[in-house]
């Protein structure tokens, strides 16, 4: 089976902009998380996705916002950057059932979109 | 709400020492636990996890967990380090019903082997 992908893997952006990032999770797997990651913060959950609904998110402002389509793909915006947006964005996707919570069934990992903002 | 320590941000062993790199959680309610390792440029694979099964949790790569209620502790431990060790290391929790928690992942652990 094809891993997560995650395109682009690089990007750079300026203050104000906004960007989409994609993903793109394992075949069969309906759970989609987005996690950002940076050298203060570490790794903090974004929010995840579940047969196109939002089912659970983070501690982060409403310029993050993402969504799942109908073949389990999924997009992360953020609007309005910031300097502080600057960080590696990673999905992940496991094959979690409808009653299980997140984190239950081990999630695999994309390789991850670095956006840097300027 | 639940949280993580993993206490030192870079551990140093030799080639063939014992690895252990320790994780303590905080959870009001029965935890699962995860280890997550990252190399340079990738994104997360898991080591293994505990989902409340067997309190001894054996991984990938000769890795294994612990699960201690008591001390609210699950450290990662291999007998002989390897070069291709060399790694970040993240310890993650989660719990039933978490919420808007997900997963909630320590700071990390930057493994260094030396020869």
């Known amino acids: 089976k094809a891993g997560v992908t995650q395109t682009p893997r690089y990007l750079i952006k300026t203050r104000g902009q906004q960007v989409t990032l994609s993903c793109s999770p394992i075949s069969g797997h309906r759970s989609v998380s987005w996690y950002q990651q940076t050298p203060g913060q570490g790794l903090q959950f974004l929010f995840e996705y579940f047969s196109e609904t939002q089912r659970n998110k983070g501690n982060f402002p409403g310029r993050f916002s993402g969504r799942q389509f109908s073949n389990s793909r999924s997009e992360m915006n953020v609007s309005t950057l910031e300097l502080g947006d600057s960080a590696l964005y990673l999905c992940a996707s496991s094959p979690v059932g409808g009653g299980a919570p997140v984190g239950y069934n081990e999630q695999f990992f994309g390789p991850g979109t670095r956006l840097t903002v300027l | 709400a639940q949280s993580v320590t993993q206490l030192g941000s870079h551990v140093s062993v030799s080639e063939g020492a014992l690895v252990l790199l320790r994780c303590n959680y905080s959870s009001s309610v029965p935890p699962y636990l995860f280890w997550y390792v990252q190399y340079p440029n990738q994104g997360l694979q898991l080591l293994l996890k505990?989902?409340?099964?067997?309190?001894l949790v054996k991984g990938i790569n000769g890795f294994e967990a612990e699960f201690k209620k008591s001390e609210t502790s699950f450290h990662l431990t291999k007998p002989s380090a390897h070069m291709s060790d060399a790694a970040e290391y993240f310890c993650?929790?989660?719990?039933?019903?978490?919420?808007?928690?997900?997963?909630?992942f320590g700071k990390g652990t930057h493994l260094i082997i030396q020869p």
């Open positions: 505990y989902t409340s099964a067997a309190t």
């Open positions: 993650a929790v989660s719990v039933s019903g978490g919420g808007a928690d997900g997963l909630t």
